[in-house]
């Protein structure tokens, strides 16, 4: 099909009416191969194809109610949910619909962003993201709530985290307010991916990453905020039976004045080789000892860890080398109101061993209660092969919240049409 054609079916036409603090959206229909999941996505660019504001809704009312007519061809093509068995959806990628594009030169500001339909980017093979490691990325979630709005949890965390990173990596980042609004505009693009209530969530991954071409060690001169999503089942293969950890005692995945604290891409590279040894011998994950005196615990691949003893819940200090999690901060401020005593310190393994309880957080994860623990060839377990009464107690009140089952007196969650 000649590529003209193809972009003339592609010009916006139909209106998307979101809710208080939301985008409005002008997205182009899917085409008939687009809506086989985008598993072929498009190799043509598609440019200036959507049309893309912040309003306020109080302002615009009027106008939406006599503009937004929305037709079958958009309730089928946009409103609809797709064809997945939701029941059994894990922890992998799907493409959708739309992703969000922003970029910066080095030492500017960011230019007004864009939804494009999914598919790949280009990159100069001398780009600093793919030279030097100069990246950086989030994770947050989408839930459906039961009659169809949707709540996100907590993105200004996100977004000033990714701010922090930024500055550690030497990169432009979009302000708050420009990281919260393009992950509204993204997710709203992407509704009909979002699982049903219950059944999983819409997985958002924002990026950021020096896209200009570099040679010489340096930051690039240009730079790509992008988000993409996808919707996501249970992150551990156990679901939330109780997962399996090993120490490594050798390995590190940071070091004191080194980036552990913030979510660079290079952070997970380096934990692949302990990770995938762990697996190969059944575990589920590796947790990881301070590489200075290698009996302080700091964290898992990709969550952090938290001990309890007497009901008393401890958990590494951020100190640098920790990521300072999104979840790990909600836990500690859901356990407190819950009347817990929660301490932020140095945990040592010998602590570990004894503990009542074991569980980890994460986005990815929420809350998953560690079943065993593997040190030095002495495997030490705890619980009957379910969630410890602590670890229960605060994955319920999490989880209630996120999916807006319970009164959000923490003001954490953003609620969407």
Same mark, same amino acid.
Request: charged share 20%.
């Given at each position: 099909?000649?590529?003209?054609?193809?972009? $003339?079916?592609?010009?916006?036409?139909?209106?998307?009416?979101?809710?208080?603090?939301?985008?409005?959206?002008?997205?182009?229909?899917?085409?008939?191969?687009?809506?086989?999941?985008?598993?072929?996505?498009?190799?043509?660019?598609?440019?200036?194809?959507?049309?893309?504001?912040?309003? *306020?809704?109080?302002?615009?009312?009027?106008?939406?109610?006599?503009?937004?007519?929305?037709?079958?061809?958009?309730?089928?093509?946009?409103?609809?949910?797709?064809?997945?068995?939701?029941?059994?959806?894990?922890?992998?990628?799907? /493409?959708?619909?739309?992703?969000?594009?922003?970029?910066?030169?080095?030492?500017?500001?960011?230019?007004?962003?864009?939804?494009?339909?999914?598919?790949?980017?280009?990159?100069? /093979?001398?780009?600093?993201?793919? +030279?030097?490691?100069?990246?950086?990325?989030?994770?947050?979630?989408?839930?459906?709530?039961?009659?169809? *709005?949707?709540?996100?949890?907590?993105?200004?965390? +996100?977004?000033?985290?990714?701010?922090?990173? $930024?500055?550690?990596?030497?990169?432009?980042?979009?302000?708050?307010?420009?990281?919260?609004?393009?992950?509204?505009?993204?997710?709203?693009? +992407?509704?009909?991916?979002?699982?049903?209530?219950?059944?999983?969530?819409?997985?958002?991954?924002?990026?950021?990453?020096?896209?200009?071409?570099?040679?010489?060690?340096?930051?690039?001169?240009?730079?790509?905020?992008?988000?993409?999503?996808?919707?996501?089942?249970?992150?551990?293969?156990?679901?939330? $039976?109780?997962?399996?950890?090993?120490?490594?005692?050798?390995?590190?995945?940071?070091?004191?004045?080194?980036?552990?604290?913030?979510?660079?891409?290079?952070?997970?590279?380096?934990?692949?080789?302990?990770?995938?040894?762990?697996?190969?011998?059944?575990?589920?994950?590796?947790?990881?000892?301070?590489?200075?005196?290698?009996?302080?615990?700091?964290?898992?691949?990709?969550? *952090?860890?938290?001990?309890?003893?007497?009901?008393?819940?401890?958990?590494?200090?951020?100190?640098?080398?920790?990521?300072?999690?999104?979840?790990?901060?909600?836990?500690?401020?859901?356990?407190?109101?819950?009347?817990?005593?929660?301490?932020?310190?140095?945990?040592?393994?010998?602590?570990?061993?004894?503990?009542?309880?074991?569980?980890?957080?994460?986005?990815?994860?929420?809350?998953?209660?560690?079943?065993?623990?593997?040190?030095?060839?002495?495997?030490?377990?705890?619980?009957?092969?379910?969630?410890?009464?602590?670890?229960?107690?605060?994955?319920?009140?999490?989880?209630?919240?996120?999916?807006?089952?319970?009164?959000?007196?923490? +003001?954490?969650?953003?609620?969407?049409?």
């Amino acid at each position: 099909m000649d590529s003209s054609a193809v972009l $003339a079916g592609l010009q916006p036409n139909y209106l998307i009416c979101p809710s208080r603090n939301a985008s409005s959206l002008f997205l182009p229909p899917l085409t008939a191969s687009q809506k086989r999941h985008f598993l072929s996505p498009p190799s043509f660019k598609l440019q200036n194809q959507i049309s893309l504001f912040s309003s *306020n809704v109080d302002q615009l009312s009027a106008t939406f109610r006599s503009q937004a007519v929305l037709s079958d061809t958009f309730s089928n093509e946009v409103a609809e949910l797709v064809e997945i068995d939701w029941d059994n959806l894990g922890f992998g990628f799907q /493409p959708t619909d739309y992703m969000y594009v922003m970029k910066c030169t080095r030492g500017g500001n960011y230019s007004k962003g864009e939804l494009q339909r999914f598919g790949n980017i280009e990159l100069s /093979p001398s780009a600093g993201v793919l +030279n030097y490691g100069q990246g950086l990325f989030e994770g947050l979630k989408a839930y459906k709530k039961e009659g169809g *709005n949707i709540l996100l949890f907590r993105p200004e965390e +996100n977004a000033q985290r990714m701010r922090m990173g $930024a500055e550690r990596m030497c990169m432009p980042s979009p302000s708050v307010e420009q990281f919260v609004e393009a992950v509204k505009s993204t997710v709203l693009a +992407n509704k009909r991916w979002i699982p049903p209530p219950g059944k999983g969530s819409l997985y958002i991954r924002p990026l950021l990453m020096g896209s200009g071409a570099v040679l010489g060690l340096a930051p690039a001169p240009e730079y790509t905020f992008l988000i993409y999503v996808s919707p996501v089942g249970n992150y551990f293969k156990e679901g939330i $039976a109780p997962i399996n950890l090993i120490v490594e005692h050798e390995l590190h995945r940071a070091t004191p004045g080194g980036t552990g604290g913030v979510k660079t891409i290079g952070n997970y590279a380096a934990v692949l080789k302990a990770q995938s040894a762990a697996k190969a011998k059944g575990y589920s994950d590796v947790l990881y000892l301070d590489c200075v005196h290698k009996r302080y615990l700091e964290e898992v691949s990709s969550c *952090n860890i938290f001990v309890v003893k007497d009901n008393v819940i401890s958990t590494p200090a951020i100190k640098g080398t920790i990521l300072p999690g999104i979840t790990r901060k909600s836990i500690i401020d859901v356990a407190r109101s819950q009347g817990f005593q929660v301490e932020e310190r140095f945990v040592t393994v010998d602590e570990l061993l004894d503990a009542d309880e074991v569980f980890c957080t994460g986005t990815a994860v929420v809350v998953s209660p560690v079943g065993s623990i593997t040190y030095l060839g002495k495997r030490v377990s705890y619980g009957e092969g379910c969630f410890g009464a602590v670890s229960q107690q605060l994955y319920s009140v999490l989880t209630s919240l996120q999916m807006g089952l319970i009164e959000d007196t923490m +003001n954490w969650t953003l609620e969407l049409n």
